[in-house]
């Protein structure tokens, strides 16, 4: 059935494959007397509008030996994939990728098919979705066509994820697809249908035997997407999360003692992680978004009189980044260290804007921050998730000063990408020594004096402090200042 009558528009279509790739792959098609469809997420992409470069072509016999002839025709590459029967070439910015009609049957044990040759509906039958399953025929007889055996083109109307087989067995077969199902959902702000939705609850455990890569893949597509919470929403009501992810489910869930109850922190930090994709597409900040409370649950105590606490969570779940990080397969480097620094120091903005803000809190946290400072901040800011108007003036109107403040200090003080003023080795060539415990000790107290702004951040400043304080352990110095 047909809803959107521009979409069956063959005209319209065809203006859409206008780019000259398209009429060399026609021709090519009508010349070899081969029947040939674009297919998959490109023809999705040009009814959803959203640009797109890679083409798949699905081949009525060997996709190989066509990609070939449109490689000669082109003068240009072609990559072939003999395992997967699959070639590709570019053309342009174009990626166009050939495969032969297949139809595939699937063990219990592997996500990869036992693939034969097929027709094009088999090959439609294969895809993941509906959506996913539109194509658009290449042929003279009906070039510009719409082939859309599973009422695609109505889901994509409905805003909706479907599979074109019993969803119990698109999803067994191969579990990825229930990752994929979520963050297409995300990306494109579709439901899941219901049907979908309880075969994912169902086929669950099946997400076992995906590599922890490709769940990683999909997980962070979510998490760049513009409001990942739809995404961690289906995660979480569906039990994936608890399976791949599961300090994060944790999060979920509020404790009542005597009548006094924590904010459910599953929810403040989906919250959180949406407020930050507002302001930043950096997927390490999102993460440090997901992350900021995570040890939450693990730090959670009543006390009396007090209420709730979660004393030293900041410090603990920085403990833990490395831990989750390692088993979602992430990277292992910088990227994990400036997660980690920031779930060290997220409490840290909200408490200097709480107090009256002393030059030296702001230094000490432009020490720690360092280039992340502003990385900082906006976590800070997107970690404000109280509905109360009031309170969410006074911290804003805190930050700003927090932010001015640390203008001032920054300027004043360059403590961005401190360095001491008086090296390690300067102390030892000063005093004589050799590495050791006076050194460390001199090389300490200097900065604690910079930060507590007793001295300024200087060499000369520094030295003469260096030499008081030597004095006072019993050191003399070989060498003068120069
Ligand atoms: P995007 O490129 O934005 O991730 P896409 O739909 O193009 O989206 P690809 O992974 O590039 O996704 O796959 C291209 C097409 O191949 C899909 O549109 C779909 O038809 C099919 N496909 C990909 N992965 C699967 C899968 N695991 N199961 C079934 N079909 C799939
Ligand atoms: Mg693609």
Redesign the pocket.
């Known amino acids: 059935m047909q809803t959107n009558p521009q979409a069956h528009d063959t005209k319209s279509l065809l203006q859409k494959i206008s780019a000259p790739i398209f009429k060399i792959l026609a021709d090519t098609a009508q010349q070899t007397n081969t029947e040939i469809y674009v297919?998959?997420?490109?023809v999705?992409d040009i009814y959803l509008e959203r640009p797109?470069k890679?083409i798949?072509v699905v081949v009525l016999g060997n996709g190989i030996a066509f990609a070939e002839k449109v490689g000669q025709k082109l003068k240009t590459n072609v990559a072939v994939f003999k395992n997967f029967g699959t070639a590709m070439l570019k053309h342009a910015d174009l990626e166009v990728e050939f495969v032969g009609a297949r139809k595939e049957s699937y063990r219990a044990d592997s996500r990869k098919p036992i693939v034969e040759n097929g027709t094009l509906e088999d090959d439609q039958l294969?895809?993941?979705f509906t959506i996913?399953?539109l194509a658009i025929s290449l042929n003279k007889d009906n070039c510009g066509d719409v082939v859309d055996p599973f009422n695609g083109l109505e889901d994509l109307e409905n805003k909706l994820i479907r599979t074109p087989l019993d969803p119990v067995v698109t999803f067994s077969d191969?579990p990825?697809?229930m990752m994929?199902a979520i963050r297409f959902a995300t990306?494109l702000d579709f439901k899941i249908d219901e049907a979908a939705i309880e075969a994912i609850k169902s086929q669950k455990e099946r997400i076992k035997i995906v590599s922890k890569e490709r769940i990683s893949d999909e997980l962070n597509?979510i998490i760049l997407a513009k409001k990942p919470s739809i995404g961690f929403n289906y995660l979480f009501d569906t039990g994936l999360l608890e399976l791949i992810f599961p300090q994060m489910a944790k999060l979920y869930g509020v404790d009542i003692v005597k009548g006094r109850a924590h904010k459910d922190n599953f929810y403040h930090t989906l919250q959180v992680l949406d407020n930050i994709c507002e302001t930043t597409d950096d997927l390490w900040l999102r993460w440090a978004a997901i992350l900021h409370d995570i040890a939450k649950p693990v730090t959670k105590r009543f006390e009396e009189g007090h209420g709730w606490t979660f004393h030293g969570h900041e410090d603990k779940g920085a403990r833990m980044v490395p831990q989750i990080f390692s088993q979602l397969k992430l990277p292992l480097n910088e990227k994990m260290k400036f997660v980690q620094k920031l779930v060290l120091l997220h409490l840290r903005p909200i408490v200097l804007a709480q107090d009256k803000i002393t030059d030296s809190a702001v230094r000490r946290l432009l020490f720690e921050a360092g280039e992340d400072i502003e990385a900082l901040m906006l976590l800070c800011n997107a970690d404000v998730t109280t509905k109360n108007e009031y309170k969410i003036k006074k911290y804003r109107n805190n930050f700003e000063l927090v932010k001015q403040k640390l203008k001032d200090v920054e300027e004043r003080d360059q403590l961005r990408n401190w360095q001491p003023p008086i090296s390690g080795n300067d102390i030892m060539q000063t005093f004589g020594l050799t590495a050791g415990k006076e050194v460390g000790l001199l090389k300490n107290a200097i900065r604690e004096a910079i930060l507590e702004g007793d001295i300024q951040n200087s060499y000369d400043e520094a030295f003469g402090f260096m030499l008081k304080k030597a004095e006072e352990l019993g050191l003399k110095a070989v060498k003068q200042n120069d």
């Open positions: 297919i998959g997420g490109f999705r797109s890679d798949d294969r895809r993941d996913n399953a191969d990825l697809r994929r990306q597509k």
